[in-house]
């Protein structure tokens, strides 16, 4: 019985499909489970989570006021002349950053209850 078109060169001839000998089920042995591991695993994305949502406390309830006070507190003596330029660009890049660092850490609470 010969698939190809010549049964000495055919790569599906039968003689060719009879040397495959599968094995037995013993030797395929199931992956070892890993108890302590996962459990590991789990207590580390919960403290990832945990900590995201301490660093976006922290954001809301701190860091975000203080920078924006600092700001306010700059933006009126800039418009006597009293403060450079550079410092209010200052003040405002501090605002944007730590605004996108509380997002970052907001963003990383769902990410961590998702692989648990």
């Excluded at 992956?31 to 301490?54: D, I, N, S, W, Y």
């Excluded at 950053?97 to 998702?114: K, N, Q």
Aim: aromatic share 8%; with cysteine; net charge positive.
């Amino acid at each position: 019985m010969v698939v190809g078109s010549n049964a000495q060169h055919s790569v599906y001839s039968v003689k060719n499909t009879t040397r495959w000998i599968p094995k037995p089920l013993e030797s395929i042995a199931p992956p070892k489970a890993r108890p302590v591991t996962t459990t590991l695993c789990c207590l580390t994305l919960l403290e990832q989570t945990h900590t995201a949502e301490e660093t976006a406390k922290l954001y809301t309830q701190t860091i975000f006021l203080q920078t924006r006070q600092a700001l306010q507190t700059d933006q009126q003596p800039y418009a006597q002349d009293k403060v450079e330029f550079n410092r209010i660009i200052r003040d405002f890049r501090s605002v944007i950053t730590l605004e996108i660092g509380y997002h970052r850490s907001f963003t990383e609470m769902p990410t961590a209850l998702a692989k648990i």
